[in-house]
């Protein structure tokens, strides 16, 4: 008993340890120019693009997390911004919104929002019920983990600006359950990117439906 009782600790203590260096060890794609990418809006007469690359295959998500997001309703995109310009651009006021076919509206999910969407994700360690009878019972209240609040931070897109003639990338995430195909007839569109005097660009918008006509993806 107490050897088997031993091997189990050191399982446990062996998957929690695979998890944290998991989530220490997460790297962001390399992002190439936001031309290079299907889905993308160049404004060529200001120098800025941006792309959108969603991670919505399972096969994909895996190849750069460890959380399965979308098993949680949640839509990995990796935005890309490349400034080809010879001035900064301020992307402090910048608001995304991802618009279905059908006209819903979907903001990026905050931090709070994608703990909570994993949350409640999590099955109660007491399910199923074999009993008929409704008996109230206590189940302890699903937390996220340490290693799954670290690759979250490392994955969201935090640039606030984006330099002469460079690059800048990170995650962002849609709450789509409940949406069958939520990128198909889709645009994600970005507001109130400014230049370097302060006056916004032309809204870019993204259209979600040449990420999913390139065959080769």
Partial sequence: MRSRRAILIALVLFARATALNAARDFVLPQASPATSYPAHDQHTQEGVTFA?????????????????FLEHGLLPVF?????????????TSMKLQLITADKVKINPATEEDIYRAIQRSIKRPDSPRTSPVPLPRRAPKPTVRGSERDEVDGAMFRARAVEPHKTRSGFVFFDVSGISRPLSGARLYATGVKNGDGDELWYFEIPMEKYLSTPVR
Avoid: G, H, Q
């Fill in 52 to 68: 959108a690359d969603p991670y919505d295959l399972p096969d994909k998500e895996a190849s750069v997390f460890s959380i399965r």
């Fill in 79 to 91: 935005l890309v911004v490349t400034n080809d310009s010879d001035n900064p651009i301020a992307l």
